[in-house]
Each structure stands twice: as C-alpha cells, then as structure tokens.
C-alpha cells in the first residue's frame, strides 16, 4: 500500500529556511517520480517542482534559485529545502508521486507539474512566513 507522509512544516520568519521530507512507503527504489505542489489561502493547488526517476528536476520560475528538491532513493524520503522564504510562500504544502510519468514523455515542466498526472498525495504540511 502506498503512503505518503510529509513533515518538517511549520513557522517560519521571511528570509529564513524550513526542509520539507516526504517518506514515500509502497515504492521501492528509483521507480517514481515524485513532486511538491501547494496551496495558499484562497488559491489554487500549485505545482513548484518535481524529481523524475533518472534525476531530472523542474521548478516553477516563482521558487526556482531558492527551492531544491532532491530524493534518497535508499530511505525513499524526497525533500524540499526552501531557503529565502517569502510570506507569499506560506501554503499548505503536498508531497505527489507517480509510477508512470517517464522522463522522456515530455520536456515541458507544466507537464511534470499538473497534478492530474500524480495518483498519490500526502496529506500535507503547512507552511507559514510571517514576522
């Protein structure tokens, strides 16, 4: 049975840094692409970033030099580490993975990045910047 749990939310002062960690039970290995999507009051869900199996990243251009995610593929944990975070990043935030979504099924990163595409969701993790 798959499961994602997301931790490592929580308040956070503007400019500071928070880790995200997704632990990705129900997979094994490399064989999934995972994301990070979020949604701040009021909007809709958002997808920032994603990791394919072979290790390609994308990111939405509103985080990119600021957001990094990455995945260890021995504990099956993915992270997002936020630095320089701004109060327009508080959101909650969902951790999404997929068996399919093959590297080579597209180079456009909104493709990565919908998430109609991920079959699996954590139950999020709220994170808030504010003086």
């Known amino acids: 049975q798959v499961q994602l749990v997301e931790s490592g939310g929580g308040l956070v002062q503007p400019g500071g840094s928070l880790r995200l960690s997704c632990a990705a039970s129900g997979f094994t290995g490399d064989n999934y692409a995972a994301a990070w999507f979020r949604r701040a009051p009021g909007k809709e869900r958002d997808g920032i970033s994603c990791?394919?199996?072979?290790?390609?990243?994308y990111y939405r251009d509103y985080v990119r030099d600021r957001f990094t995610i990455s995945r260890d593929n021995a504990k099956n944990t993915v992270y997002l580490e936020m630095t320089d975070l701004k109060p327009e990043d508080t959101a909650v935030y969902y951790c999404?993975?997929?068996?399919?979504?093959?590297?080579?099924?597209?180079?456009?990163?909104?493709?990565?990045?919908?998430?109609?595409?991920?079959?699996?969701w954590g139950q999020g993790a709220q994170v808030t910047v504010s003086a």
């Open positions: 999404a993975a997929d068996r399919g979504l093959p590297p080579t099924a597209s180079s456009d990163s909104f493709y990565y990045l919908d998430y109609l595409k991920y079959h699996y």
């Open positions: 990791i394919l199996r072979d290790g390609t990243t």
